[in-house]
């Protein structure tokens, strides 16, 4: 097994939660988390690190992302259908910790995660969240997310490499059961399964 390094967090974020991992088409890794006083707190903010494959050593984590007084929750980095790398950075505009009042927020990276465009509002719809990256094939895009208010998987649907978005199921209302944060795979066989 290879090494195993570990990042920490400023120590005015005694909690942080929620990694997401990219590796960079050169072999270079980018990290985000959120951190905060604790989960739901409105000084989170989502972090970010850099792994140098050549240098072999982490960055100090940063703040990728801060909106004042409100959390940022379950960052998702990854590379785009556009060849960026897209930070998916869901902010809680609710009165309360997943009360139906999230909106998810994008920032891109065109260097490699060095710099960020300012956050642009993803989806209009409120009340989605999410953690795991989506399937990118070329112009399409599923992000998995789910409905935080009724705890319900669904996903975001794109086929113009996100330009338009389209929110798809509500598998946990559809099965009576509280289902969250669900994934995505394309199969051998070309069927997708999540």
Known sequence: MGEVASIRPPERFPSCHAPSICELPEGNLLLSFYAGEYE???????????????????????VWVHVARRATVNPRVFLGPDGAVWLV????????????????????????????????????QK???????????????????????????AFLRSEDGGETWEVVGDLGRAAGARLIQPTVVRLSDGKIMA
């Open 40 to 62: 739901g707190s409105p000084d989170q903010v989502i972090l970010g690190a850099y792994y140098d494959r050549r240098l072999g050593r982490w960055s100090e984590p940063e």
């Open 89 to 124: 950075a869901p902010v809680n505009y609710g009165k309360r910790w997943c009360s139906g009042g999230t909106y998810l927020f994008l920032k891109r990276s065109y260097d490699g995660g060095r710099t960020w465009t300012d956050l642009e509002l993803l989806v209009e």
């Open 127 to 153: 009340g989605l969240l999410g953690k795991n990256k989506p399937l990118v094939e070329g112009k399409f895009v599923l992000l998995p997310v789910e409905w935080e208010a009724t705890w319900s998987a």
